[in-house]
């Protein structure tokens, strides 16, 4: 016998080692399986989760443009009203400054003029 046989023990007891890190080679594949499929799903919906996000950062936007135009529109309509209060001052100052010029008749000057 050579000494470079194994003996059927050794044999045995390495067909078990090499079972056991086939064992071990297939457990650690499904779970690389196992943590790639969850790995994905978190990526998908952190993806989501951005879209959700932009999309409601797009709606806040919007109405924050809506208001400001709203508010632009009110500034507008105020600026137009104090303008039409200028102009009527304007114009009642131009109408003292023309009754003080010409003399208007009173009802009771103007009813003795026709008797």
Known sequence: KNSSDLSKD???ALIEDM??????LHKALQSKAFFKE???KVLR???MLKEQEQQEMKCII?????ELASVGLVQG???EVDEMR???LELLKLKEEIKSKVS???ESQASSRFD
């Open 45 to 47: 919906e952190l993806h």
């Open 104 to 106: 208007i008749p009173t």
């Open 77 to 79: 309509i105020t600026d």
């Open 19 to 24: 079972r056991q890190l086939e064992q071990n």
């Open 10 to 12: 050794q044999v045995a």
């Open 62 to 66: 919007q109405k924050n443009k809506d």
């Open 86 to 88: 200028r102009d009527q």
């Open 38 to 40: 969850q790995w994905a």
